[in-house]
């Protein structure tokens, strides 16, 4: 009980985290899909880790971790595209518009894929106990 509460906990501070992380970036890929999704896929993006840190069985908590470093690492290198061209958190824009940018914003989208396809297992693995 006071673990799971610790983890809800946890995965506040860390969804809190990477929310403020993207608020230095958020363009039109961010705007699109609040808007064509009517807010539900950046809600269940955030929302799903908080439930699953109170409800998820112990043995998942790794997994639940490494949900956690994808998400950070989604939040910090996810390439958005603002009026300006791209933005990358951290980044000005001409890095972001570099080399740099293109190879931080290939680890932000193979990150945000990881970080969907661990949520579903955790999902399926919480719902299955």
Do not use: K
Not at 55 to 84: E, K
């Amino acid at each position: 009980m006071v673990a799971s509460i610790a983890m809800g906990v946890f995965q506040i501070a860390v969804v809190g985290g990477a929310l403020r992380a993207r608020g230095d970036a958020i363009g039109w890929f961010t705007v699109f899909a609040v808007l064509v999704t009517l807010g539900t896929l950046p809600l269940f993006l955030i929302v799903t880790p908080v439930v699953l840190g109170f409800t998820a069985p112990l043995p998942a908590y790794p997994l639940l971790l490494g949900a956690d470093i994808l998400l950070v690492l989604f939040a910090l290198c996810f390439m958005d595209v603002g009026d300006n061209g791209p933005m990358i958190p951290r980044l000005d824009h001409r890095a972001a518009a570099g080399a740099e940018g293109r190879r931080r914003g290939r680890i932000g989208f193979w990150a945000g894929a990881g970080y969907a396809a661990t949520l579903v297992v955790l999902i399926v693995w919480t719902l299955r106990t």
